[in-house]
């Protein structure tokens, strides 16, 4: 088997990404997980995206922020929190449903909870 097969092979068995904390088992918390660019002396920071992948047949992959439920205190909330400046304009939070090029396009739906 050459090289290039042997790869190929090897991506399509390499599907997902897993990053997670250990489990709290008493009373106490269970650990974070920080995903950031690094901060620039001179110049900007890096970008940070999550997403999925293009389909060229079926489609393509969500990209879900989930944040997590309680039982007994209060469930996670998702924050969006746009950058400030000092002396320049604050970044913008955008939500932006999805463009369909040969059907309707998405929907942006917000929701409170009951």
Known sequence: ??????????????????????ASQTTG???SILIASADAELGESGSVEIGSGKS???SSGDAQINAGASSESIGGA???HAGESSFGEG?????????????????VM???GS
């Open 91 to 107: 970044g913008n939070v955008s939500l932006l449903a999805g463009r369909g090029n040969s059907k309707s396009g998405g929907s």
């Open 1 to 22: 088997m050459e090289e290039k097969d042997i790869k190929n092979k090897l991506y399509d068995l390499i599907s997902q990404i897993v990053l997670n904390t250990g």
């Open 110 to 112: 917000i929701e409170s």
């Open 78 to 80: 998702i924050i969006l």
């Open 56 to 58: 060229m047949a079926g």
């Open 29 to 31: 918390m269970s650990g």
